[in-house]
């Protein structure tokens, strides 16, 4: 199984895996779910096939349904979970362990697949230490949010040839450049994947990962063709990333618990709405605040406007999709630009967003921005 081959598009059998998957997925049975998967391989169906072009876009889908309030929260993680089983069921089916039986007399090296730290999305992780497993690679899946020191002391453990960092959530980045520096001290590379590092994988380039990979596939395909390098010299993040030097990033994270009282305080008497709203929706309204402070900090650390601006594209897609006007987000907006007065690039960003809200992209408009 080299991955190379021309995928021409799941075959009927893999149709019908993926339609059971779906009502098993949606119905909250894991059994007949991992019947499912198990059914497709025992009718000869590929284990990486049936991890990437079943699971893994099924897993892209319950997010999509999501983003369109037509899965709560709550079946959002059910079905989370049960991909979660049926990768476990395909990784003990009899064809799946043979084949890692004859891997295990030649593996190809040692890997280490880990999620960063505060990274809790771990099922692109776990389908890449699937798929390094089923190509002949000897595999550490260390799971979801795993703190840099404790990484740290497992490659100093067991020496792996490389380590593969996964962030779905670009408020890690902060994080995954700690963690890519302190595994290059080691002298070991890195690779880097997830969407945290944007489509194109520019914040890999841009934290000094040794590469990066789309998906899963791609991941092993890089990996198979050699190593990734000699990691660069250790630097100091302020010199990896230069206007860090302006404090901005560093002063709004520590006050960003400050900045989110305020302006949830604040914010009825400019949005007189929320004088009707439900406790859960007041709740709700101060992680929406939270999370634009996450991303605000952000892209100051990688300095990317576009970090913000899609952020709340997406958010605006959202609270579209769930009856809120997107712009309700403005005054909160408005409330952080006032407390950031001193802040040329944090005020800059926030400007760049009103507008993003007051002439949206069709796309943001329909919730398609993720």
Not at 13 to 41: F, P, S
Not at 324 to 349: F, H, K, N
Request: glycine fraction near 8%; hydrophobic fraction near 45%.
């Amino acid at each position: 199984m080299n991955g190379t081959t021309e995928h021409q598009g799941p075959s009927s059998e893999l149709a019908t895996a993926t339609d059971g998957l779906w009502d098993a997925v949606i119905a909250g049975d894991e059994y007949a779910a991992a019947d499912a998967v198990t059914t497709a391989l025992d009718r000869g169906a590929d284990a990486e096939t049936v991890l990437l072009e079943i699971i893994a876009p099924l897993q892209a889908r319950v997010g999509r349904e999501w983003a369109a309030n037509r899965l709560t929260v709550a079946q959002e993680h059910t079905a989370t979970a049960i991909n979660e089983r049926s990768i476990a069921a395909l990784a003990h089916h009899p064809a799946v362990r043979k084949a890692l039986e004859r891997h295990g007399e030649r593996p190809r090296g040692r890997v280490a697949v880990a999620c960063i730290d505060g990274e809790w999305h771990a099922l692109p992780a776990r389908i890449l230490a699937e798929v390094l497993r089923l190509r002949g690679w000897q595999v550490d899946y260390l799971g979801a949010q795993v703190p840099t020191p404790h990484l740290i002391a497992h490659v100093h453990r067991t020496n792996p040839a490389v380590v593969a960092l996964s962030s779905s959530i670009a408020t890690r980045l902060p994080s995954a450049h700690a963690a890519v520096t302190a595994c290059q001290a080691t002298g070991t590379p890195v690779l880097v994947g997830g969407a945290a590092y944007g489509p194109d994988g520019r914040y890999a380039a841009l934290l000094g990962a040794d590469g990066w990979a789309p998906d899963a596939r791609s991941a092993a395909d890089r990996l198979a063709e050699g190593p990734l390098g000699k990691p660069p010299p250790v630097r100091q993040v302020i010199d990896d990333l230069p206007h860090l030097a302006d404090q901005e990033y560093t002063q709004i994270t520590r006050t960003a618990r400050g900045l989110v009282r305020y302006v949830v305080t604040e914010l009825p008497a400019r949005f007189p709405a929320m004088a009707d709203y439900t406790d859960q929706q007041r709740r709700r309204t101060a992680e929406d605040i939270a999370h634009i402070v996450d991303f605000l900090g952000a892209a100051l650390y990688v300095d990317d406007p576009e970090l913000f601006t899609g952020f709340i594209g997406w958010t605006a897609g959202i609270l579209t999709a769930r009856g809120v006007p997107a712009r309700s987000l403005l005054p909160g907006l408005d409330l952080l630009a006032e407390q950031l007065v001193d802040y040329p690039r944090a005020t800059d960003l926030l400007s760049r967003a009103r507008d993003t809200l007051r002439h949206p992209l069709p796309e943001a408009a329909e919730g398609r921005i993720a």
